[in-house]
């Protein structure tokens, strides 16, 4: 029975604790989508999990997609990662860099003008996306990628994750849904092609495991993990067989050795996710979706998974690992301010203190 206040080993990751911040997107970023002394602040409050999982950052420009994320491809964004890095060590936390490359889940004024898009086939996306002014609008068709550039797109993650070892940042997190490109190739209803990366689950798959191939010979297979949510429809995806898909991508990852996998675990009639990849896989889970303090330990309690993430309230909570430990009441987020306010609904939540 694992407690949630005991620590543990994930790879190389040495967690102080079994409570992991969950990845999230904030669009707080600087003019050069560098990590600013706001957004330091942000994860240095907040270094009291046992693993930050940062913010979706793009490891080239035509992996933007939202307003104001942050890259991990340019000089002056590994320094600002470097900055958060140090911040966060400071306090006795660790630290890995989400790398989300959006694919066709993405809106042109978003992102630099020269930027690409791109996906695995040319279908455009039919669910709407926040422009710079939060307005909902259209996502461009993308161009399906050729056969040829699919090197040097794996090498793409490949360096991102050198570079945040670069700067001093733990490792990397491959998120692999909520429709962006990884789950683009992977999903039947994306994913039409007709070369070796589409059709058969085997070829679906291939991007994928390229990529976390690349990132784990690149840094080492335990600081690397990756995000799935077998099923998740966000961004128009649809998959014919997601057990099919998903029980195939675990099989072909489990050997590497990485460092974790983060699992998405989201009550669906058809797929109990948990189940059916907990056996194929050997390596260590991080659970996420909509958890309590008493869930999340019933989770670890049932030996299913080594730790718990938990999004939305760290936004609110910058010390929720202390206020778990106090019994202290959760506050509750602002959801206006989730995508934009600067450092309100930001770095502005306080610490509890008894009244
Ligand atoms: C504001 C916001 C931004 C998010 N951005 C990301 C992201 O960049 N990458 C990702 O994998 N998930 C992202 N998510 C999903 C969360 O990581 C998490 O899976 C979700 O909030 C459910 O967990 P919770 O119930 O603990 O909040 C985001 C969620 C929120 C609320």
Not at 189 to 201: I, V
Request: glycine letters at 8%; charged letters at 20%; aromatic letters at 8%.
């Amino acid at each position: 029975m694992a407690d949630i206040f005991s620590p543990v080993t994930l790879g190389a990751l040495r967690l102080a604790n079994r409570v992991v911040m969950a990845p999230m997107t904030r669009d707080r970023a600087g003019s050069q989508d560098e990590p600013t002394d706001l957004m330091v602040e942000y994860y240095r409050q907040r270094a009291d999990a046992g693993l930050i999982v940062t913010e979706g950052t793009q490891p080239s420009p035509a992996g933007k997609g939202y307003w104001r994320t942050p890259g991990i491809h340019s000089d002056a964004q590994i320094e600002g990662w470097r900055r958060v890095a140090d911040a966060v060590h400071g306090e006795g936390g660790s630290i890995v860099v989400q790398l989300m490359h959006v694919g066709r889940a993405s809106v042109r004024a978003n992102k630099h003008p020269d930027a690409d898009t791109v996906s695995a086939s040319a279908i455009a996306s039919r669910e709407r996306i926040a422009g710079p002014d939060g307005q909902l609008v259209d996502p461009e068709t993308p161009r399906a990628l050729e056969t040829a550039e699919m090197p040097a797109l794996v090498e793409e993650f490949a360096q991102a994750a050198r570079n945040a070892r670069a700067a001093g940042i733990d490792g990397v997190e491959l998120h692999c849904t909520s429709g962006y490109l990884p789950m683009q190739f992977l999903s039947t209803g994306s994913n039409k092609r007709t070369d070796h990366y589409g059709g058969s689950t085997a070829n679906r798959i291939r991007f994928v495991v390229e990529t976390v191939e690349a990132m784990a010979a690149a840094i080492g297979p335990d600081r690397v993990g990756f995000r799935i949510f077998p099923g998740n429809p966000y961004n128009d995806m649809q998959d014919d067989d997601p057990a099919d898909t998903y029980g195939a991508l675990i099989d072909a990852l489990d050997p590497i050795g990485l460092a974790y996998m983060h699992l998405i675990h989201y009550p669906q009639p058809h797929l109990d996710a948990l189940a059916l990849l907990r056996p194929r896989w050997s390596g260590a889970i991080i659970a996420n979706n909509n958890l309590q303090h008493e869930s999340a330990q019933v989770l670890l309690n049932e030996g299913q998974v080594d730790a718990v993430s938990f999004g939305r309230p760290y936004i609110s909570n910058p010390d929720l690992v202390r206020r778990f430990r106090l019994g202290a009441p959760l506050a509750r987020q602002d959801r206006d301010t989730f995508y934009t306010g600067e450092e309100r609904g930001y770095t502005d939540y306080p610490r509890w203190s008894p009244a």
